[in-house]
């Protein structure tokens, strides 16, 4: 049974401290060699997220963890070493028109970047091409390549439904064209969004665990998008 995070003992300071303890040393050596490397998009914790939800799923499925954790650890290092006029077309208003391009750049950039790291760690060699083929396109690829895929995917996907993500999400003013309490909502039911069954439902108790967790504003704001642009317009008029 998935247990849900208590976030009055998890260090939101994405150092990787909720989950240096499930790690084997050599994990941990990946770990630590990436942290310079981390949250580059401003998203403090998405790595030590993506890798504890990584951890949990691998407790229900058959799948190589050799694979599956240094994906999950190394998959966005790429955002790293992309020049800030690149990171910059995020906040473009036609930032959508350039997303294609940068996430492929992040995913190229993750490649190289963790076949580093891999090596420097002599991280065993039969493992390392298949931990780069799932970076490759982690963001891109239509469908799963096998479960090693699935599990890093799905875990990286869990994250968007966590405390820190949501709130990051309503700081953003985060711009879906519905309240992100129904984005949200339509990905938990939508078909092949995630890989198992058992990420759609921790993500559905992770997302819950968020809800309770938020202040009244905040959780007005995700379910009530539509009504704080009616105010802001109010506002402007
Ligand atoms: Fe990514
Ligand atoms: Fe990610």
């Not at 691998?58 to 790429?78: N, T």
């Amino acid at each position: 049974m998935y247990k849900l995070i208590d976030y009055s003992h998890w260090n939101l300071n994405g150092k990787g401290n909720n989950i240096l303890t499930q790690l084997t040393p050599h994990e941990i050596q990946v770990w630590q060699k990436a942290l310079p490397f981390q949250d580059k998009r401003n998203d403090k914790g998405h790595a030590e997220f993506v890798t504890y939800f990584a951890v949990n799923l691998l407790k229900y499925v058959k799948a190589e963890r050799g694979i599956v954790v240094p994906a999950a650890i190394l998959h966005d290092i790429g955002w790293s070493q992309m020049s800030k006029e690149e990171i910059a077309q995020f906040y473009l208003p036609n930032w959508r028109d350039f997303e294609p391009q940068l996430r492929k750049r992040h995913q190229e950039e993750g490649v190289n970047l963790a076949g580093k790291i891999l090596d420097g760690v002599n991280y065993p060699q039969e493992f390392i091409p298949k931990i780069l083929e799932i970076i490759s396109q982690h963001d891109t690829r239509q469908g799963f390549l096998n479960s090693e895929d699935g599990i890093a995917r799905d875990a990286d996907k869990i994250w968007v439904f966590s405390l820190p993500c949501c709130r990051l999400a309503i700081r953003k003013k985060r711009n879906f064209n519905k309240s992100i309490y129904d984005q949200l909502s339509e990905w938990l039911s939508q078909k092949g969004f995630f890989y198992l069954d058992i990420s759609r439902e921790t993500a559905k108790i992770e997302f819950q665990n968020t809800l309770n967790n938020l202040d009244e504003a905040q959780r007005d704001y995700l379910k009530n998008r539509q009504k704080f642009l009616n105010i802001n317009l109010l506002i402007r008029t």
